[in-house]
């Protein structure tokens, strides 16, 4: 039994449309502008540096798959702007601050992304097609 292309062709999609990975990066730039006072409670401790990790992973996932020979290039866009971001929050009247977790839950985020990339994008997804 041949498994569904309807994965493949997404992924295809992806790797082919810079707009996405734009959007996604202005969405984070979007986030983290937010005003601190407008952000409801997190549901549980660290939940915040969970969604940063996320943003990140997202970020480097849809980068590598427009650009899947520059990793290197990539994982240091990704950990750049992260640290560009963090200050940007504190200068800017956002009632944001600067937060050294942040940059470590970004640079994670980014790690895990290149992670998933590597190991289930392009391995485990050429075994099965």
């Known amino acids: 039994m041949q498994?569904?292309?309807s994965f493949q062709i997404f992924l295809s999609f992806l790797s082919r449309n810079k707009a996405i990975a734009i959007f996604w990066t202005l969405l984070i730039l979007l986030a983290c502008s937010w005003p601190g006072k407008d952000i409801p409670e997190a549901p549980v401790v660290g939940f915040d540096k969970?969604?940063?990790?996320?943003?990140?992973?997202?970020?480097?996932?849809?980068?590598?798959?427009?650009?899947?020979?520059?990793?290197?290039?990539?994982?240091?866009?990704?950990?750049?702007?992260g640290v560009g971001i963090?200050?940007?929050?504190?200068?800017?009247?956002?009632?944001?601050?600067?937060?050294?977790?942040?940059i470590v839950a970004d640079s994670i985020g980014v790690?895990?992304?290149?992670?998933?990339?590597?190991?289930?994008?392009?391995?485990y997804l050429q075994r099965l097609y």
């Open 86 to 102: 963090e200050f940007y929050q504190e200068i800017m009247p956002l009632d944001r601050t600067f937060d050294l977790f942040d």
């Open 111 to 123: 790690f895990l992304g290149f992670g998933f990339k590597a190991i289930v994008l392009d391995r």
């Open 50 to 81: 969970l969604v940063h990790a996320g943003l990140f992973g997202g970020f480097t996932v849809l980068w590598l798959l427009i650009y899947p020979q520059k990793s290197i290039t990539v994982i240091l866009a990704g950990i750049a702007y």
């Open 3 to 5: 498994p569904d292309n």
